[in-house]
């Protein structure tokens, strides 16, 4: 019997999720013989949920490398151009202004740096902090349904609860377009 797809297939999307921050590196390591040289084992993230609702993913997700954190590190360029601008404006009030320009203009430059990081509020991000609890963490997959069933089955046994969604083609784009804009991943050795 020949069967004929009517609508392209979708991508499912996979999250086995663990009870702690650590939970999902943790059984990734402990599958090394099934996940060396898979496929799936290139095309994971790793997320961490953290108290107050921090987000922490790094790995593969749709082709991109995503490196992101709720919490960026908010002493960069703009915070040093702050503090200097507002100790050279306080110079013309001797040591005391230098110092309060300092501080001042680093407190403002901190906020700046703080805005111009990425916000981890897209249809991803949603998706994962709705699947992953605070205090948890996950390896999630963006993939065919065979090489989600590769990755459930290296990581059954390891504590893990699964989350899984079949995508509409629909859907599956906006999670791709959501991480747009990080790098893409490295291609896969060969």
């Not at 002493?75 to 404006?89: F, K, Q, S």
Request: charged letters at 20%; hydrophobic letters at 45%; aromatic letters at 6%.
């Amino acid at each position: 019997m020949v069967r004929i797809a009517m609508e392209p297939v979708g991508l499912d999307l996979a999250l086995m999720v663990f009870a702690h921050t650590e939970g999902a590196e943790c059984a990734y390591s402990n599958a090394p013989g099934a996940v060396a040289g898979i496929a799936w084992a290139r095309e994971v993230a790793f997320v961490e949920h953290h108290r107050h609702d921090r987000i922490v993913v790094r790995g593969e997700f749709a082709g991109k490398y995503v490196d992101a954190d709720d919490e960026q590190q908010f002493l960069g360029r703009r915070t040093v151009e702050g503090a200097l601008t507002g100790a050279v404006a306080g110079a013309v009030f001797g040591p005391p202004g230098v110092a309060a320009g300092m501080v001042g203009g680093g407190v403002a430059g901190s906020v700046a740096e703080e805005k111009s990081g990425p916000q981890l509020r897209s249809a991803f991000f949603d998706e994962v902090r709705s699947d992953v609890p605070e205090g948890s963490s996950a390896v999630i997959l963006l993939a065919a349904p065979d090489h989600v069933d590769a990755m459930v089955a290296a990581l059954d046994g390891q504590g893990g609860r699964l989350v899984r969604r079949v995508l509409t083609v629909e859907q599956a784009a906006a999670l791709e377009a959501a991480v747009a804009g990080s790098p893409p991943a490295a291609p896969p050795p060969g």
